[in-house]
């Protein structure tokens, strides 16, 4: 492999990484605005409350191990041995995750409009996020390549998907709370779901259509360098 291939996969990594890190830090601001949890996390909140001595970012790899056999099912033979890089992105993600929060924990909000300032920063956060991660196309956490895979197999665009997907997983997490506690919102002292879960579930895919344009423009040189590499993740 020659020193440009191989400064390719460098850049594309670098860049995929980068949206990882950029989706783990919409997680913790999400996780600090006390508002509700970023929807992709609140299966892993809800967990952690029952079971507190596992974190959030271990419960949240656990949850993308998941989400990866579903790829699997929903793919079958389609499902290519490359995706599998989904597995250490999990492992960083998930470490990301519990990075952010220990960097946040002492940060204290003091008013409802400072929360819903930290709400709104994880609807663009995770949004920019998730675009970086498809053109770095390298490697992606199962979450965001689930919505990936659905997008494809559905035909439906992408930030719709997202929509729908959020949805589930706080409907999902809802199910879990409600088992646990008793009430769909939290453990009685912390709140997973609230006015700021619906915000993040319902603004999210709706920020994807203004960033996406954006990104898509600012990283043309880059994706066209990797279109051509034929060393790509995931299909076009």
Same mark, same amino acid.
């Given at each position: 492999?020659?020193?440009?291939?191989?400064?390719?996969?460098?850049?594309?990594?670098?860049?995929? $990484?980068?949206?990882?890190?950029?989706?783990?830090?919409?997680?913790?601001?999400?996780?600090?605005?006390?508002?509700?949890?970023?929807?992709?996390s609140c299966p892993p909140a809800v967990l952690n409350l029952r079971?507190?001595?596992?974190?959030?970012?271990?419960?949240?790899?656990?949850?993308?191990?998941?989400?990866?056999?579903?790829?699997?099912?929903?793919?079958?033979?389609?499902?290519?041995?490359?995706?599998?890089?989904?597995?250490?992105?999990?492992?960083?993600?998930?470490?990301?995750?519990?990075?952010?929060?220990?960097?946040?924990?002492?940060?204290?909000?003091?008013?409802?409009?400072?929360?819903?300032?930290?709400?709104?920063? $994880?609807?663009?956060? $995770?949004?920019?996020?998730?675009?970086?991660?498809?053109?770095?196309?390298?490697?992606?956490?199962?979450?965001?390549?689930?919505?990936?895979?659905?997008?494809?197999?559905?035909?439906?665009?992408?930030?719709?998907?997202?929509?729908?997907?959020?949805?589930?997983?706080?409907?999902?997490?809802?199910?879990?709370?409600?088992?646990?506690?008793?009430?769909?919102?939290?453990?009685?002292?912390?709140?997973?779901?609230?006015?700021?879960?619906?915000?993040?579930?319902?603004? $999210?895919?709706?920020?994807?259509?203004?960033?996406?344009?954006?990104?898509?423009?600012?990283?043309?040189?880059?994706?066209?360098?990797?279109?051509a590499s034929h060393v790509v993740l995931t299909d076009e």
């Amino acid at each position: 492999m020659d020193g440009s291939k191989i400064r390719l996969i460098i850049l594309r990594y670098s860049i995929a $990484t980068l949206g990882l890190a950029l989706v783990a830090l919409g997680v913790a601001l999400s996780l600090k605005s006390d508002l509700g949890t970023a929807p992709i996390s609140c299966p892993p909140a809800v967990l952690n409350l029952r079971w507190g001595s596992i974190s959030v970012g271990t419960f949240t790899w656990m949850m993308h191990m998941v989400l990866i056999l579903f790829q699997v099912a929903l793919l079958r033979k389609d499902f290519k041995w490359r995706y599998l890089m989904q597995i250490p992105a999990a492992f960083v993600f998930g470490y990301l995750c519990d990075l952010f929060i220990w960097l946040l924990q002492d940060v204290h909000l003091t008013s409802y409009a400072m929360r819903m300032v930290f709400c709104l920063l $994880t609807v663009v956060a $995770t949004a920019v996020g998730l675009r970086i991660e498809i053109i770095g196309n390298a490697w992606m956490i199962a979450g965001d390549m689930t919505i990936d895979v659905l997008s494809r197999v559905t035909k439906v665009r992408m930030s719709r998907v997202k929509v729908a997907f959020d949805v589930f997983m706080v409907v999902i997490a809802a199910g879990f709370t409600w088992i646990c506690f008793g009430n769909p919102w939290g453990d009685g002292n912390a709140v997973v779901i609230r006015e700021g879960t619906l915000v993040l579930a319902l603004l $999210t895919g709706l920020c994807m259509r203004l960033t996406d344009p954006l990104l898509e423009k600012w990283f043309a040189g880059v994706s066209a360098r990797i279109a051509a590499s034929h060393v790509v993740l995931t299909d076009e």
